[in-house]
């Protein structure tokens, strides 16, 4: 009975070492696209879930989603609740532990237009392929079951921002649990169900739960690659704050034949407005705008180890001149930007009606940078307006109010969170670096900051520990956009660049 024993024990000891050998070496690739297929069925009906933050209703069928898929894969989970809709957090801990790693991933996403999609329902995924003339056409669903096309991609909103990188880890942890792999760490994924509302609810939670979110470090599975599509490391994220702003017109809307030359355009006036915060090569001209942001030669060196093709970037967005901030585009996304988002004042196109607008708003934000402060930042813009001779009111003016001041405009402002920035030379990059050159035979693409804003710094601050994001989804895949996609080749890069990083050692 002994030696039954000890057989069966050398034995599995045996297997166990040879299926871990075969994850690390040659089967990681195989494994990748096996998984991948047989996670098509899930993926649609996750991807399928209406996930707009703005419906709690929504959102609560995708904690729920949520919560079954990672307790199927050994997690325990808790609802960290919030003034709104709850945090989730699905904890995994394992014996021989020298770290624990906290995971980010985000679930809900960007409000949908549907006039706008080339397909009936845009939670609905659609596989497509490129024909000759450049158009994606819809294929049968099917078609996952057979040999895969890498360049096939899947439209569905959220496709890649960030349902996508979910569901990678997911099939992630499926190769690690079936081959009875064990990290060498304790896992931690915080799931956000609001981040394209800006977390406002993150920050609080981070403060309040920080001793369940206890880590050494945090990874983030969120973003596209660089603009090669080479396995790629973003090292830090730019804030942002977000203004609307609103010039007050005439009480209500007036006839531009009747009135026209007599009652000033709303419209006008906030596009006078605008022109005043920019030069016309695009740097902002608002007073300290760039203060306190200074680029080392060390730093250049970083920034030009990253190998962007301006010529191809201007070429593929069809413009012929940049923005002169930076001598390149590296540079340029390490100062705070002024954006504005959206215009309105009345009708257009076949809508367009002969009057004079009741007022025009501007949608703006402010991506920071680490160097930069939220509310120092808002208070600059809010300042430069001031000095234009506007009287800011923070909801609609009052008859006084309007008899009093000539230019008028309403300021609201929310700053969601801060940049964050982690140093290439710490722990966890060194710990990322490896596996990812593991699984794909080269060291990734190593970004100091990218352009897009997540909401890391509250976990970065409250809980002390770096951050570096992973981003594994194609470049262009229209996040935020209508017909966002995922790249199967992607997708299953996505599975093997997450399954590498899980069995890298301490």
């Given at each position: 009975m002994i030696k039954k024993y000890l057989f069966l024990s050398l034995f599995s000891l045996l297997s166990f070492s040879v299926c871990s050998q075969e994850i690390m070496d040659d089967n990681l690739d195989k494994l990748s696209l096996k998984y991948a297929k047989a996670s098509f069925e899930e993926l649609k009906d996750f991807f399928s879930l209406p996930n707009d933050a703005y419906y709690p209703e929504d959102i609560e069928v995708n904690v729920k989603w949520c919560e079954k898929a990672?307790?199927?894969?050994?997690?325990?989970?808790?609802?960290?609740?919030?003034?709104?809709?709850?945090?989730?957090?699905?904890?995994?801990?394992?014996?021989?532990?020298?770290?624990?790693?906290?995971?980010?991933?985000?679930?809900?996403?960007?409000?949908?237009?549907?006039?706008?999609?080339?397909?009936?329902?845009?939670?609905?995924?659609?596989?497509?392929?490129?024909?000759?003339?450049?158009?994606?056409?819809?294929?049968?669903?099917?078609?996952?079951?057979?040999?895969?096309?890498?360049?096939?991609?899947?439209?569905?909103?959220?496709?890649?921002?960030a349902r996508g990188p979910d569901m990678m880890f997911l099939k992630a942890m499926d190769?690690?649990?079936?081959?009875?792999?064990?990290?060498?760490?304790?896992?931690?994924?915080?799931?956000?169900?609001?981040?394209?509302?800006?977390?406002?609810?993150?920050?609080?939670a981070v403060l309040e739960y920080k001793e369940q979110l206890a880590a050494d470090m945090l990874v983030i599975f969120d973003g596209p690659r660089h603009l090669s599509n080479q396995p790629t490391l973003s090292y830090g994220a730019r804030g942002i704050a977000t203004i609307s702003l609103e010039v007050i017109g005439p009480r209500t809307p007036l006839h531009s034949g009747n009135y026209g030359n007599y009652v000033p355009n709303p419209a006008m006036k906030l596009s006078q407005l605008l022109a005043t915060m920019w030069q016309e090569d695009g740097r902002v001209e608002i007073k300290g705008w760039y203060d306190g942001i200074t680029i080392s030669d060390d730093v250049k060196t970083i920034l030009e180890q990253v190998p962007d093709d301006e010529a191809q970037i201007q070429k593929d967005f069809g413009i012929t001149s940049t923005d002169n901030i930076g001598n390149n585009f590296q540079e340029a996304i390490q100062y705070p930007a002024l954006g504005i988002l959206g215009l309105e004042a009345a009708w257009v196109g076949k809508e367009t009606r002969t009057i004079i607008p009741k007022s025009a708003i501007a949608e703006m934000n402010i991506r920071l940078v680490k160097e930069t402060n939220g509310e120092h930042m808002v208070k600059l813009l809010k300042d430069h307006i001031i000095n234009q001779g506007y009287y800011l009111v923070d909801e609609a003016p009052t008859e006084v109010e309007r008899m009093t001041h000539d230019k008028i405009a309403r300021f609201n402002s929310k700053i969601s969170y801060g940049a964050f920035r982690t140093d290439f030379n710490t722990e966890i990059g060194a710990w990322l670096r490896k596996g990812m050159n593991r699984a794909f035979g080269k060291d990734?693409?190593?970004?100091?900051?990218?352009?897009?804003?997540?909401?890391?710094?509250?976990?970065?601050?409250?809980?002390?520990?770096?951050?570096?994001?992973?981003?594994?989804?194609?470049?262009?895949?229209?996040?935020?956009?209508?017909?966002?996609?995922?790249?199967?080749?992607?997708?299953?890069?996505?599975?093997?660049?997450?399954?590498?990083?899980?069995?890298?050692?301490?």
């Open positions: 990672f307790e199927k894969r050994g997690f325990k989970t808790q609802r960290l609740e919030t003034e709104t809709v709850p945090l989730l957090l699905a904890s995994r801990d394992y014996p021989k532990a020298k770290r624990t790693v906290l995971v980010y991933l985000q679930v809900d996403g960007q409000p949908v237009d549907t006039t706008k999609w080339f397909q009936d329902d845009p939670y609905i995924p659609v596989l497509k392929e490129k024909n000759e003339y450049g158009d994606w056409n819809s294929i049968d669903w099917n078609n996952l079951k057979g040999e895969i096309n890498p360049d096939w991609r899947i439209f569905s909103r959220s496709a890649s921002d190769i690690i649990n079936d081959h009875v792999y064990e990290p060498n760490f304790n896992i931690k994924v915080i799931i956000d169900f609001e981040e394209e509302l800006g977390s406002p609810q993150l920050p609080n990734p693409i190593q970004i100091r900051t990218m352009g897009g804003s997540i909401p890391i710094s509250p976990f970065v601050i409250t809980l002390d520990i770096p951050a570096v994001a992973v981003p594994t989804v194609n470049p262009d895949n229209n996040q935020h956009s209508p017909n966002e996609n995922i790249r199967l080749g992607n997708y299953i890069d996505g599975i093997k660049t997450i399954t590498a990083i899980l069995m890298q050692k301490f």
